[in-house]
């Protein structure tokens, strides 16, 4: 019996211990791809700008590539692109290289370097033409000078592949419970979030005003904020209390995830102190 | 009790009672709510969500499985040696080791049961999309399934109680079928990873294409391999269990040995594991980059820095047990001064392995690195010096494997010590080129560097054959110096038994894990989307408490399972001591 509770307290001790060194390491919730907004009158400058999102976001090419100028990685540096792109071919522009890396990356492989890259237009990368077009102006403008525009046409694109196809077939995805057509407004009252939080007063009650969180939290911060309360707690404020409240509610087995994106954009447009 | 480990109804009553409370818990009537709102995707289930409570069965079942699948394979083993050798000790070992099947065996069945229940009612949608694309293999299962059941009972049962060759036959029958379980059921689960055989819009074009995709065989093989380790491991704890309890020396002795096969059977699996890995990480690089970054550089290079802590355990345990066994041996006092070599090399390695890759804490610290590789822990942290530390770290237990083999032994060959030395020459310019190697890996292109490991990996195990065959002909005849005390043994080495068997139920929780998280947002990687609230990757932290309780959960499950098995080995222990007295 004694050896019996030896090796019971043993074993619950072998796992705890792993269990601790596992929180050791960084801690990093990982969210579905955030879609990067794209206006149709965007001028090439703030292309760049989306691009460069796209590229460290729903892109996933920085868990490839370096931007760094570096060489002797596995996979090639992008801090020159720009420059270097309109001589990698015989017979391609810049913009015409750099589209065909993306849309067809093992047509040319660039020295050095062992195919790998999957198209992008493809999942599970799956950019739509208008990001495409927003990255390439991105890649121009490492080492070079950004020219593309969203009406720039390009031989790759194709008509199930934008954005408008892409909008189309999200939407037949999504038509499925039919809370999810709830706005954030409501979700936001649906919750009774406003018993302890104010939108509209920058004084707190239970919890944290949110009436500047868009200024305040980036998207992926305010996700931590609700899916796990604790992790981070404002000074002042009992840590639990959210999320007993939302535990006790049933929030956490209720909310999709398209509900919890409609939530999230809702309180990043609450810019009040602005 | 008793009748109870007769008739084994442990498993179906733990199934009827767990099917109990899920029915109790779908009965809530949100759950019909939500079933007439039109074809579900997901439903949910309280307090910890669908996620967890398909994760955590899933995980049950797959040590349950991967214990009965590997304990015949070597029970075979031993069973034949002795068959061979005409010494009944081994024919006796088979048989216990077989004794713990049959309760395993019934909760492996329930809990794959409660499985495909949860996952039907948890994700209808996902389920029918793999119901399409595999559908006859579901059945082809549940046939191979029953058979595996005939097997392995007329096995058990059948023990001594018919010709020796038709046993071992039926042996040989039920190892056959444990593999097509394991290969059909890994096909499943590899598809998701890398599909295989679908049209761009995910519709069905050959079954077997799927069945046979990129990830099947190495999955395959890495398995089958990890779960003879697995088996081996868990049949060890048991021997320790019952040597702790052990009442007389004679009893000490048997259980003493016991554990030292089953680790012995874990250990000389452990050795070529980390090349089956890195054959199944190379498969999915080829499969998809993305997927192969996001495993080794990306999201989940820090689990494999916990991978890298455990590994380094099991293997810091088994040499600590080999050390520790040389006190029962006349004659390895000889081999004691090396030991502080050998640890010293093994910590050298495990620290050089556990050096992380790359370390990406978010995307904007990404940024500000310029790109996902840390400048400081680049050089020790890539593929070149890791391979170069596994297969050193496997040298070294190699080295403990052979200065155990020749402990009371004295070579009695006239070319003994030309032996020693051609032996320490290879073993020598061995770990001289491996090391080279990973030097000079820094100094070539990736194209070139990552194909390093294949002459690397190819001198280890050359470097271990060949020691081997010159170790067996320099010490036939050997002398003597003195015999095995089996069971004189400190309690402290028992415990590494049990150290070794928790690591590894971890590690297979852990890489579990990894196998369904790469895939992030994706049911089926690139095809079908993950779109239920549970579409995020949560943190490792979290996930290591679910493989912890994970764990546990077995290891109680196991220890109801040693219990009623050492109850059924009561009764002929008593039987015989009536005889004899
Ligand atoms: C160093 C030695 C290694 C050991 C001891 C080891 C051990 C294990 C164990 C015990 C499992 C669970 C098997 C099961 O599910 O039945 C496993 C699975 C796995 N291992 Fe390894 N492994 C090693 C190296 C590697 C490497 C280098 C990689 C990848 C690059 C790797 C990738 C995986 C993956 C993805 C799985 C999940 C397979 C699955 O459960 O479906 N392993 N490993």
């Known amino acids: 019996m004694m050896n019996a509770l030896k090796i019971c307290v043993f074993t619950v001790l072998v796992a705890a211990f792993y269990s601790y060194v596992s929180q050791m390491v960084p801690q990093k919730v990982t969210y579905p791809p955030e879609e990067t907004e794209l206006g149709a009158d965007m001028t090439t400058e703030e292309l760049v700008v989306a691009g460069e999102e796209i590229a460290g976001g729903k892109g996933t090419c920085l868990t490839c590539h370096t931007v760094s100028g570096d060489t002797g990685g596995r996979f090639p540096d992008l801090a020159n692109i720009g420059l270097v792109a309109a001589d990698r071919k015989e017979g391609f522009s810049d913009v015409e290289y750099l589209a065909e890396s993306l849309y067809d990356p093992n047509e040319y492989i660039v020295e050095g370097f062992l195919p790998g890259m999957t198209p992008i237009s493809d999942p599970p990368i799956d950019l739509n033409d208008e990001e495409i077009l927003a990255v390439i102006a991105y890649l121009q403008s490492l080492g070079g000078v950004a020219t593309v525009t969203l009406d720039t046409e390009l031989r790759w694109q194709s008509e199930e592949n934008s954005a408008a196809a892409a909008a189309a077939s999200q939407a037949g995805a999504a038509a499925g419970p039919s809370a999810e057509n709830l706005s954030g407004e409501e979700l936001f009252a649906m919750y009774a979030c406003g018993t302890c939080h104010s939108v509209t007063e920058p004084t707190p009650l239970l919890g944290p005003s949110l009436y500047n969180a868009g200024n305040d939290f980036s998207t992926a911060e305010l996700y931590e904020a609700i899916m796990d309360p604790d992790a981070v707690v404002a000074e002042e404020f009992t840590a639990g209390l959210m999320s007993a409240q939302l535990n006790a509610t049933g929030f956490y087995d209720k909310i999709s995830s398209g509900q919890l994106k409609t939530l999230v954009d809702y309180l990043a447009m609450q810019k009040g102190g602005s | ?581």
């Open chain 2, 1 to 581: 009790m008793k009748w109870l480990a007769r008739r084994l109804p442990a498993g179906s009553l733990l199934f009827l009672m767990l099917a109990g409370m899920a029915l109790v818990a779908f009965w809530a009537p949100d759950a019909w709510a939500q079933d007439a709102a039109g074809p579900v995707e997901y439903r949910s289930f309280p307090v910890v969500g669908s996620r967890v409570v398909v994760w955590v069965i899933a995980q049950l079942h797959l040590m349950f499985g991967a214990f009965v699948l590997a304990v015949p394979m070597f029970a075979l083993t031993i069973e034949f040696i002795g068959f061979r050798n005409g010494d009944k000790r081994y024919d006796d070992l088979a048989h216990e080791f077989t004794r713990l099947l049959s309760v395993s065996f019934s909760f492996t069945a329930s809990l794959g049961a409660l499985l495909t229940f949860f996952l039907f009612i948890l994700y209808p949608r996902l389920m029918e999309y793999l119901v399409s694309i595999f559908d006859w293999t579901f059945m082809l299962y549940a046939c191979v399934f029953f058979l595996e059941a005939v097997f392995l009972y007329s096995y058990y049962y059948g023990w001594g109680k018919m010709p020796k060759w038709l046993h071992l036959l039926l042996g040989l029958g039920l190892n056959m079928v444990g593999i097509a379980i394991i290969f059909i059921a890994d096909s499943w689960l590899t598809f998701m990873n890398s599909p295989n055989g679908i049209d761009a819009e995910g519709n069905l074009l050959s079954t077997w294409d799927a069945i046979n995709n990129f990830t099947w065989m190495p999955i395959n093989i890495h398995r089958l391999i990890a779960n003879i380790c697995f088996g081996g491991s868990i049949a060890a704890a048991y021997g320790a269990y019952k040597f702790l309890g052990a009442k007389t020396e004679e009893e000490r002795a048997h259980y003493d040995w016991m554990g030292y096969m089953g680790n012995f059977i874990a250990i000389a699996a452990l050795l070529p594991l980390p090349f089956a890995g890195y054959w199944l990480g190379r498969e999915i690089y080829a499969f998809s980059q993305s997927l192969g970054i996001a495993l080794m550089g990306g999201t989940f290079s820090w689990l494999f820095i916990i991978q890298a802590v455990l590994i380094g355990n099991l293997f810091l345990a088994a040499n600590y047990y080999l050390w520790l066994s040389m006190e029962r041996i006349h004659g390895a006092e000889r081999y004691r001064k090396f030991t502080k070599w050998l640890l010293a090399s093994i910590t050298v390695c495990f620290i050089v392995w556990a050096t992380p890759h790359s370390l990406v804490a978010t995307v904007e610290e990404a940024r500000a690195m310029g790109g996902s590789h840390h400048p400081i822990l680049n050089v020790l942290g890539v593929m070149s010096a890791k391979n170069t530390a596994v297969n050193v770290l496997i040298l070294t237990t190699y080295l403990s494997f052979l200065f155990y083999r020749r402990a009371n032994k004295e070579a009695t060959v006239s070319w003994a010590k030309t032996g020693n030395i051609v032996q320490f020459g290879i073993l020598a310019a061995v770990v001289g080129v491996v090391i080279f190697l990973g030097v000079y890996g820094y100094f070539v292109e990736a194209s070139v560097r990552i194909g390093l490991s294949i002459p690397q990996v190819g001198l280890v195990l050359f470097a271990m054959i060949s020691i081997t065959i010159i170790d067996v002909f320099m010490f036939r005849n050997a002398r003597i110096l003195g015999p095995i005390e089996w069971g004189k043994i400190p309690n402290r080495a028992q415990y590494a038994l049990f150290f070794i068997a928790i690591t590894f139920a971890w590690t297979m929780g852990l890489m579990g894990y990894v196998r369904s998280g790469i895939r992030q947002h994706w049911h089926v990687y690139g095809v079908m989307r993950d779109t239920s609230e549970h579409a995020f990757t949560p943190t490792l932290g979290y996930a290591a408490n679910v493989v912890s309780v994970t764990v546990l959960i077995f290891f109680a499950f196991i220890a109801v399972v040693f219990f009623l098995s050492s109850l059924s080995g009561k009764k002929k222990i008593e039987a015989e001591g009536g005889a004899s007295s």
